[in-house]
């Protein structure tokens, strides 16, 4: 994806409609396939990387708080702008992710 530059204009846009941005999408999967996986599993991991100079992704530490943060909007039309409160393996910290198949901070 080309490198685009844009301002932030204090309310939410959708990265799809900014210019330049598109949707995320799932070529090549089926609608079946992917109704199959919601129904088996209770949970799912996706990596997503975002980089983006003077922003936040999830929570500004300074700020202590989510105001700037990144909104994912599911299939199901539910936005997501929070990562869940699941503790790190490894310190107990709030995890940032699942790294090497554990929950764990950066």
């Known amino acids: ?18 210019p330049g941005g598109s949707k995320i999408t799932y070529d090549g999967v089926g609608t079946v396939q992917l109704t199959f996986l919601k129904m088996s599993y209770s949970e799912a991991v ?16 300074a ?21 869940l409160d699941i503790p790190c393996k490894v310190c107990g910290d709030r995890s940032s992710g699942k790294h090497y198949g554990i929950y764990s901070c950066d």
């Open 1 to 18: 994806m080309p490198l685009v530059p844009w301002k932030y204009a204090g309310d939410k846009q959708w990265f799809s409609k900014i």
């Open 46 to 61: 996706q990596n997503f990387t975002y980089y983006c100079r003077n922003s936040v992704a999830w929570h500004d530490r």
């Open 63 to 83: 700020g202590n708080n989510y105001e700037k943060s990144l909104t994912f909007l599911g299939d199901n039309e539910m936005e997501r702008d929070r990562l």
